[in-house]
Nanobody, 120 residues
Framework: QVQLVESGGGLVQAGGSLRLSCSAS????????MGWYRQAPGKQRELVAI???????NYADSVKGRFTISRDSAKTSVYLQMNSLKPEDTAVYYC??????????????WGKGTLVTVSS
């Protein structure tokens, strides 16, 4: 099993920045991909960004050029730098970890989520 703990959410004005962090523990050696999904009220959970052990990344079109995902050298932590935030970025952001080498429709493990609220 893998446990994920997120931090870094909060309230920010439009145009501002936030950095989300997520640390994995437990059987972290089994993790291939880590990333972030988000779920806004009344909407389905959607991919924001994912990163492989080798550093390959995939971003949702809506965040390209504004968000940057990164991973530490130990491959057990993942970060999401969010710049130029918009009100439509408001959501609960979930950290995920996957044993599969690369997929964009889910994760094996999830954190509890951290709320990001962007005010206009």
């Amino acid at each position: 099993q893998v446990q994920l703990v997120e931090s870094g959410g909060g309230l920010v004005q439009a145009g501002g920045s936030l950095r989300l962090s997520c640390s994995a523990s437990g059987s972290a050696f089994s993790i291939s991909v880590m990333g972030w999904y988000r779920q806004a009220p009344g909407k389905q959970r959607e991919l924001v960004a994912i990163i492989s052990r080798g550093g390959a990344t995939n971003y949702a079109d809506s965040v390209k050029g504004r968000f940057t995902i990164s991973r530490d050298s130990a491959k057990t932590s993942v970060y999401l730098q969010m710049n130029s935030l918009k009100p439509e970025d408001t959501a609960v952001y979930y950290c995920g970890a996957d044993r599969a080498p690369w997929r964009t429709n889910g994760m094996d493990y999830w954190g509890k989520g951290t709320l990001v609220t962007v005010s206009s």
